[in-house]
Every structure is written in structure tokens, then in C-alpha cells.
């Protein structure tokens, strides 16, 4: 097995092995090698017990495939199912669900680890990593997952973690709106996958859930590294399933799914009886893991597909599995259309009813050929028994096919986020695997092409381009031969020797097919090519292919018709007119007689759309990060823990895994130009790009030298403080095993690249924290002067405040002293016009100033009054002051005013019980100020300014009676 790959490998790189004088001594030293390195191996495997504690196979020595071999089988024994192989990662199928391998805690512990890379090998590796050069935002940003294998290897299950692990990892969000929106759209994303694989996917031989077309899903995630949508492309639908499945195979998920889990109710609004059996539905009493029709049904509702919607999609699948039932047998009249099985018109009426179109144009339709000749009018011709049943596979395919092109085209419009929401993304690809049957057709052509041209670029990124790379870097490097599968796709995609190419070529031009002519063609063509053979004594016209992953034969027989991929244009018309809304919308659009009026250099067939949808992902894929997992089928049989070494040493010889970890553990993985490099991590040495004057436009050939050498300044920094031991180390040996600096590039592995990443944060820890200290200090500046600043204008504001209640003051006591002294004279007026007689006063002439207030108050003569006269006035005092025997009856308004005159009556002057106080009543007569009245005198208090005095003063003045005189006491 050595030799073989060994010769194989070399044939593959295209060396030859030169022979002539020495044969005999050369054939002698390469036994001698051959010795030496069996020996290496056995001594490597003596101790067996440990090879399952080998999680990077780059540590194995020698590295060839029997050793790989058994570390993978002994790490398969142990439940281990990922091994890092350089860079790349082995997943081993275990055939059966593995207990919390894919918990939310494991994602967890992955994504917060600081160096996951030391972690256990695990598929969330591959994620971590890739997810963090978004974050970190390493050129080129956008990445690709892509993960390949056989059928059957797991590829599907894995695609599903990766997308569970990133609607987890990257939907946290602290806001509870936004939270919201994360979750509905990661709801979204997840249930996009049991809607696809329900409608794409089906048991197979080799797996009981393969992917009959190709995905390639676009993980949308904004500036925050968030999750904001997704988008989904799909390649080459594998729709000729609907109408014919493989022995032993079956159809689509949905199907059976609406077999098993339809309710009675459902069943007869589908027309589907319990006892009815369906021709395009085998194998239905073999249950599965995946027909659950509750999962699909509710996540079409999560994707916005509500009730009316699910009930037309429905109806369609139902009346494709009547379709099915529909048989012919021929006519008693050759120029008669094809009869139908007797039982056969009851499934055309439940057909045609499903579809909502006219049953007899449906007939008619499978039975009849329209004919048209330039602009004259159409001819009927009936059709052969076989062109029956070919117009009615092809209804049922076109049908499903379309139906799942607008499945596609909703769930994008509900997953996808505008372009102004996102900026970077995360492919995931999810094609069909390697298939070789006992008869191969167009379609496994397609889907080993396109693993032929998924394998050409890992060789070119991983195997051809790194070693080229190396050597044009300056770097010491022996080439590792590889496996290289160019030949094959030369072979297939070849302009204009190609097979793609005269496939197309025969489908233009307008004549029958010959499946015997076309592979006349081919040999012809492509007999100098060595990946292609044919077998001289096979019974029917066919031609072998040999790809990466073994030889092929593909039967020619109907290959060209498929390749036309025509649809009769009565079928599309007949379409159009259905009731169903959704049937109706599918082809509503589509012109039925552009198949037959266009150009025939105008015909895009089958191999020529696939192509170019294959060539547009490629482009995406060479312009992403790539990250590959290669999935391993351990037995072909599907048996849980099982492993069969010969399956799984071909599947290593053909996928290049020796090749790559000879690669890996030789070489530097990770390559960064100067000037990328200087950008992340030139801030550890304190060096920045454009002090050495290097542009953005890239570098000048005069700086290139300063470059490297601020590289190597920059690698000794981080080398030095992390790994040198000047004991038994040297420095240009640690940092040439661990990175180099080539002419415009720096080579690491993928510890030094930890290391600098490690290094980068902590100086970016350490400049936080400086920022940090700087804006506190910032802060408690201001901080300080702010408070000084509002302790001031406090201060002012209060002196400001104080000043104004004191001129306030000043103003108020001016007035109370102006109209103090006026009142002070106008009691003395009328104080001195009390003791006068009133003929004197009347006599006298009164001063003009007195006059109006005298005129106001009223003169009286209290000798002479017999009656109770008014006196208006509040000054009480002055009537009081020398009144000891007098009765007072006062009246004063308001409640302010009333306990005013209460206290000036509750005063000294009347504590000596001598006085008695009536309010608000006129009974009793009142004293006059300096003579005794003869009647009574009625006070109307109204207003008065001794609401404001001291009602309660003092009493060591024993001289002092009468509220008056305390007043002038007080001025």
C-alpha cells in the first residue's frame, strides 16, 4: 500500500523516475529506505496504546499513511471523533447521536476559551476561527467553511452545527429589542435547514440523508460581529428523483413525510387514501429519523409560510404523487393518441384536481404533441407510449423544480438583511459528495465535477500554492509531491476538447441523438488524455472518468437529453392556467414558446448553467479565508462505531490528507505581508507603518529592508519575552522553527501567530490602561474644577440673594418710617383737635394739609354727643391710652385683622380686669383719649400697620400704658 501511494503521488505531481546506468544500486538504496522507514514506523507503533492521545496528526512520526492510519483508528476506538490534521480537520462519522458533543456549553467553553487551538479538536474549533477573523478583521475578512467528503460522511450534520454554533455565538446582544430581533432572525436561519433538507434531501444507498443538490449559505453579520441574516444558494437540484428513483432508494423527505405525519383531515384534501401506494414513492414503509412532518410544518411557519401558502404547496406534491400513478398502454390505432390504464383516470382526475387545472387538457396534454412550423398554424401529433411517460416525468419535474426555486427565493426574502445592515459574512458549503453507482449519469457527472474542482482548490491553497510560495519568498524548502487532480478537470471543463464542451456541442445541433456516435466523438477527442478510458466489451456506449477519489463509468445513454433539459411548450400553457395561486405564480412568468423559437447558439443547457453558477462560488471561495473539514466515512454500511480500514485509507490517499500534514508540519501555515503585518502588530515594538514612508498604495523597493527589519524587531520581541531560554536555546534558531521573514511576506505557524495575538493584547491591554488612567485623571480634573466652579457662583448667588432681601429691607423700613412720621402727625392733629372745644376749632383756622383727613374723619365735641357716633380710624390707642372706665365696641373685618385687635386688647393695659371687651357690638359707650365722654364712640378697626410690630413687649418699663406709646417708645 506504501509503494502504491508513493507511485501514485508521484505520477500524480507529474515526475518521472529516471533510469538507465546505476539501476541496480538506485533499486538498492531505495530498499534501503524503504527499510528504514518500515522500521520507523514500527518502532512509532509499538506503543499503541497511546496513538489515541495524538489530537494533530503534524505530531506523528514518520508521517505516511499507516501511521495516520491507526492514530485515527485508535482515536475512533476511543469515542474521538476530530483530529486536527495541520490545516485542516478529520471528523470520523460515528453513525449515532454522541451524548452533550454538541451542547450549548460545549459552544460555550470554545468561544470563550482564550486559545481554542489548545482546546480538544472539535468542529467548533473551525468555527472559533474563523469567527474571530471577522472580529479581528484579517485580511481577506470574509470566510468560507467549506466541508467535502463522501456521501454518507457526514457533511449535512456537520453544516447544521456550524450554523447552530454561530446563531448562538453570534446573537448576544444586552438590549432587549435587539435581543429580540437576534433570536427571530437565528429562529429563521436554523429553520431554513429542515425546510431545505425536507425538500432536497433523501436516503440514498451510502446515506440515509444525502443532499441531492448543492448549498452554499451566507452567514450576514454586521459591524458588531452580530448575526443580522443569511442568504442561501443553491446548486443543481437533483430533480429527476421526483420521476425515477434509484434500487433501493428513495424520493424527497417531504413526501414521506406527508405520508407519516398528514392527519385524516389533511389526507382528504390531499386525495391520498390510506390504502393508495404511490409508484414514485419506495421504500415508504421504511421509517426515518427525518420524517417528521410537525418539524417542517413549524418551521415554515417560523420562515413566514402561513397556512394558505403550506395548503397550495401541498396540493402540488400530492397531485405529483397522482401524477406517478398515471400510466399509458397503446392505442388499437397507431395514428391515436396512447390510452390510459383503466385505474389511471381516476389518478389523472385526482391530479388534475390537486393542480386545479382542466383534466381534459391535462390528458391531452401527456397524450398529444403540438407541432408548429414557422407561422403556420399547429399540428396535433399523437405521442409514442414512451413520450408519454417522458411528458409526464417532465411535467413532474419542471413542477418540483420550480416549486423548489420559489421555496428558495421566500426563504432568502425572509432571512436576508439589507445590504446597508451587514459588511462581512461566513459561508458555509454544503455540497452533494463523491457518488459512484453501478449506472452513472449526467447527474453524477455534475456532482463529481463539482467535487473535482472543490479538491483543485485545496491543492491550489493548501498543497501547490504554499510550497510555491515558499520558494519565491526566499524560503529553504524540498517540494512534497501531491496528488494533483488538474488532468481530470482539464478533461471535463476543456474549451473545446472538452467533454462539458462536445456534450453541448451535440445538444445544439438539431438532429436525434446517438449515444454511439457521441462516444465515437469522444474517443476521437480525448484519447490522449489519461484520465479518460472506455471498456471495449461493455454492452451499452458509455466512458470512464478517472477522479481524485477513484474511476467512474458514466453510461451515455439519455445523457444527452437530460443535458437539453426540454419542457413542451403545451405543459407550460397548461400551467399557466391553473386556479392554484401558487402554480399559477410559479410559471406565470415564463414565455412557454421561447423552447422552441430561440436561436440554437442561444440554448443554455444543463451542464452549461451548473457551470457557471460553479464558477461564481468559486470566485467566492478564492476570495474568503478558507477553512476545511474533511468528513471521513468509516464503513460503507453506516454501522454506528465501526471502522473498516480499507474505505478509510482511500478516502485519505484521495483527499491529500498525508500530502497536507507533511505540508503542515513542514511549512508556515499563516503568511502576512509586511505591510498587514506592521498594521496589527507593529504597535508591540512601538513601529508604525507610515513613519518609514510606505503608503497605503503598498511598498517602495527602498523601504522593504526597514520593513523587514521592524518585522524581525517585532518577532524578537514576542519570541524573546514567551519562548527563548538562553540555556539551551538560541535565538536565531527559536525564531527560525517558528517564523521567517521572506522578501515581501512573514511565514508563522500557528503557535507564533497565538503568541502575537497574545503579545498584541497585552500591549493593547497596557495602552487601555494607560488611556484609562489618563481620562480618570482628565475627568477628576474637571471633576474638581467643576465643583469649584458652582461652589462660586453658589456663593455668588447667595451674596447676590442677601443683598437683594437687604435693600429689600432698607426700602421697606423707609417706608415704615415715612409712614410712621406721618402718622405720628396726624395723631397729634387730632389729638390737639380732641382737647380743643369744637366752636374753637370751628374758629380756627385748620392747616390745608389737615384739612381733607379732618374732613374725612369728622370733627366732633365729645362733651356734647348723645348719641354713639361713628369715629373712623385705627389708631385704638390713642382712644384707649387714658380710658379707664370705658365700655369699647369695635368691629374689624377679616380673620388677620380680628386677631390683631385681639391681641393688641389682650394686651397690658387690659390685664387689669378694669376693661371689658365686646367685638363686633355696639352696646356700651368707649372713653375718649383725654376726657371723659359723655356717650359711647363705635371704632371701625379696618386697617393698621400694627401687624406688624411686637405684639407681646416687654414689661420692665412699668411707665408704659398703652399700645401707642410703646410705638413711640420703640421709634
Known amino acids: 500500500m506504501n509503494s502504491e501511494n508513493s507511485q501514485r503521488i508521484g505520477n500524480g505531481h507529474g515526475g518521472k523516475v529516471k533510469g538507465g546506468v546505476g539501476k541496480k544500486s538506485g533499486h538498492a538504496h531505495r530498499k534501503s529506505l524503504n527499510d528504514s522507514l518500515e522500521g520507523e514506523v514500527k518502532a512509532f507503533l509499538i506503543d499503541e496504546g497511546q496513538l ?8 506523528v512520526n514518520p508521517v505516511t499513511p499507516t501511521t495516520v492510519l491507526k492514530c485515527l483508528q485508535a482515536r475512533y476506538s476511543a469515542k474521538v471523533f476530530y483530529t486536527h490534521a495541520g490545516c485542516t480537520l478529520v471528523a470520523l462519522n460515528p453513525f449515532q447521536l454522541v451524548p452533550d458533543l454538541y451542547s450549548l456549553d460545549v459552544m460555550k467553553e470554545y468561544h470563550c476559551a482564550p486559545q481554542p487551538q489548545e482546546s480538544k479538536p472539535h468542529i467548533f474549533i473551525v468555527a472559533e476561527e474563523a469567527y474571530r477573523n471577522v472580529q479581528g478583521q484579517v485580511e481577506p475578512v470574509n470566510q468560507s467553511l467549506v466541508v467535502s467528503g463522501e456521501s454518507g460522511a457526514g457533511k449535512t450534520w456537520t453544516s447544521r452545527c456550524l450554523m447552530k454554533y454561530y446563531a448562538t455565538v453570534a446573537a448576544s446582544s444586552s438590549l432587549l429589542k435587539r435581543r429580540d430581533t437576534v ?26 440523508n444525502s443532499s441531492r443538490f448543492g448549498k452554499y449559505i451566507q452567514l450576514q453579520l454586521n459591524r458588531s460581529q452580530l448575526l443580522v441574516g443569511a442568504s442561501v444558494q443553491t446548486y443543481l437540484l437533483e430533480k429527476t428523483r421526483v420521476a425515477g428513483q434509484p434500487a433501493n432508494e428513495r424520493n424527497f423527505h417531504i ?49 413566514g409560510i402561513n397556512a394558505e401558502k403550506q395548503g397550495h404547496i401541498f396540493r402540488i406534491l400530492a397531485g405529483l404523487l397522482q401524477l406517478g400513478n398515471v400510466t399509458f398502454c397503446s392505442a388499437m390505432d397507431e395514428s391515436q393518441p396512447c390510452d390510459l390504464e383503466k385505474q389511471s383516470k381516476v389518478f389523472v382526475q385526482r391530479c388534475a384536481a390537486l393542480l386545479c387545472v382542466p383534466v381534459e387538457e391535462l390528458q391531452t396534454c401527456l397524450r398529444v404533441r403540438t407541432l408548429r412550423a414557422g407561422k403556420q398554424s399547429a399540428l396535433f401529433k399523437p405521442c409514442s407510449l414512451a413520450d408519454c411517460s417522458v411528458r409526464r416525468d417532465c411535467l413532474a419535474k419542471v413542477i418540483y423544480a420550480q416549486l423548489f426555486e420559489w421555496l428558495v427565493t421566500f426563504i432568502n426574502d425572509s432571512i436576508c438583511a439589507d445590504n446597508s445592515t451587514w459588511c462581512n459574512f461566513i459561508g458555509l458549503l454544503d455540497v452533494y459528495g463523491f457518488e459512484c453507482f453501478q449506472l452513472n449519469n449526467l447527474e453524477q457527472l455534475c456532482i463529481n465535477y463539482a467535487n473535482e474542482k472543490l479538491q483543485q482548490h485545496f491543492v491550489a491553497h493548501y498543497l501547490r500554492a504554499q510550497q510555491e510560495e515558499y520558494v519565491s519568498e526566499g524560503l529553504e524548502w524540498s517540494f512534497v509531491k501531491y496528488q494533483d487532480n488538474q488532468g481530470c478537470l482539464d478533461l471535463l471543463e476543456g474549451n473545446p476538447t472538452g467533454v462539458f464542451s462536445l456534450l453541448n456541442e451535440e445538444c445544439l445541433l438539431n438532429r ?35 477522479h481524485y477519489a477513484g474511476k467512474v463509468s458514466y453510461q451515455i445513454e439519455g445523457m444527452m437529453e437530460k443535458n437539453k433539459d426540454p419542457v413542451p411548450p403545451e405543459l407550460i400553457h397548461l400551467l399557466q392556467k391553473s386556479e392554484n395561486p401558487l402554480l399559477h405564480q ?13 436561436g440554437l447558439r442561444q440554448v443554455v443547457t444543463v451542464v452549461s448553467k451548473f457551470k457557471n453558477s460553479l464558477e461564481s462560488l468559486m470566485k467566492i471561495l478564492h476570495s474568503t479565508t478558507p477553512h476545511y473539514t474533511r468528513c471521513i466515512k468509516p464503513n460503507t454500511d453506516c454501522r454506528p462505531l465501526t471502522f473498516v480500514k480499507e474505505e478509510v485509507i482511500m478516502q485519505l490517499e484521495a483527499c491529500g490528507i498525508v500530502e497536507t500534514i507533511n505540508i ?55 519570541l524573546k519575552s514567551n519562548f527563548l531560554d538562553p540555556s539551551h536555546h538560541s535565538d536565531n534558531e527559536t525564531r527560525s522553527s517558528l517564523a521567517h521573514c521572506g522578501r515581501t511576506k512573514v511565514f508563522l505557524t500557528n503557535s507564533t501567530l497565538e503568541l502575537m495575538e497574545e503579545g498584541r493584547n497585552r500591549v493593547r491591554s497596557q495602552r487601555a490602561f494607560s488611556i484609562q488612567c489618563c481620562w480618570h485623571r482628565h475627568k477628576q480634573r474637571r471633576r474638581h474644577a467643576a465643583r469649584r466652579a458652582s461652589t462660586l457662583i453658589q456663593a455668588v448667588v447667595r451674596s447676590w440673594l442677601v443683598r437683594r432681601a437687604i435693600q429689600r429691607w432698607h426700602r421697606a423700613a423707609i417706608v415704615l418710617h415715612r409712614s410712621w412720621r406721618k402718622w405720628r402727625a396726624l395723631m397729634d392733629a387730632l389729638a390737639e383737635a380732641e382737647l380743643d372745644d369744637a366752636e374753637d376749632l370751628q374758629e380756627e383756622a385748620v392747616p390745608p394739609e389737615l384739612d381733607p383727613i379732618l374732613r374725612a374723619r369728622g370733627l366732633v365735641q365729645l362733651s356734647s354727643i348723645q348719641e354713639p357716633v361713628m369715629v373712623r380710624g385705627w389708631p385704638m390707642g390713642l382712644a384707649l391710652a387714658s380710658a379707664p372706665t370705658v365700655t369699647v365696641s369695635m368691629t374689624a373685618t377679616g380673620f388677620q385683622k380680628m386677631m390683631s385687635v385681639m391681641a393688641c386688647l389682650n394686651g397690658h393695659c387690659f390685664r387689669t380686669g378694669e376693661y371689658k371687651v365686646e367685638t363686633n357690638q355696639f352696646k356700651q359707650g368707649v372713653a375718649s383719649i383725654r376726657a371723659q365722654p359723655r356717650g359711647s364712640i363705635k371704632l371701625h378697626y379696618q386697617r393698621s400697620p400694627l401687624l406688624y410690630a411686637d405684639m407681646h413687649p416687654d414689661n420692665k418699663h412699668d411707665g408704659v400704658t398703652g399700645l401707642n406709646q410703646i410705638l413711640l417708645e420703640g421709634t
Open 52 to 59: 489515541h492521545t495524538y489530537d494533530d496528526l503534524t505530531k
Open 183 to 208: 433570536e427571530r432572525i437565528e429562529k429563521r436561519v436554523l429553520d431554513s435547514n429542515p425546510v431545505m433538507e425536507a425538500f432536497g434531501n433523501s436516503c440514498t444507498l451510502r446515506n440515509s
Open 255 to 303: 413526501f414521506y413525510q406527508m405520508m407519516a405525519g398528514g392527519s385524516d383531515e389533511q389526507r382528504r384534501d390531499w386525495k391520498m387514501p390510506h390504502d393508495q401506494r404511490f409508484v414514485w414513492l419506495p421504500n415508504a414503509d421504511k421509517t426515518l429519523e427525518e420524517d417528521c412532518f410537525d418539524e417542517t410544518v413549524e418551521a415554515m411557519v417560523h420562515l
Open 512 to 546: 436525434a441523438s446517438d449515444a454511439k456516435q457521441f462516444r465515437v466523438r469522444l474517443e476521437k477527442e480525448l484519447s490522449d488524455n489519461s484520465s479518460m478510458s472506455w471498456d471495449k466489451f461493455g454492452k451499452l456506449p458509455h466512458f470512464t472518468v478517472a
Open 586 to 598: 410559479l410559471f406565470a412568468d415564463r414565455d412557454p414558446a421561447d423552447q422552441g423559437t430561440r
Open 664 to 718: 503542515s508540519a513542514a511549512g508556515f501555515p499563516i503568511r502576512i505581508p509586511y505591510t498587514s503585518f506592521i498594521q496589527r502588530y507593529g504597535l508591540i515594538s512601538n513601529w508604525t507603518l507610515f513613519s518609514q514612508g510606505a503608503g497605503e498604495n503598498g511598498l517602495e523597493e527602498n523601504n522593504k529592508d526597514d520593513l523587514g527589519s521592524a518585522v524581525a524587531d517585532i518577532l524578537r520581541v514576542v
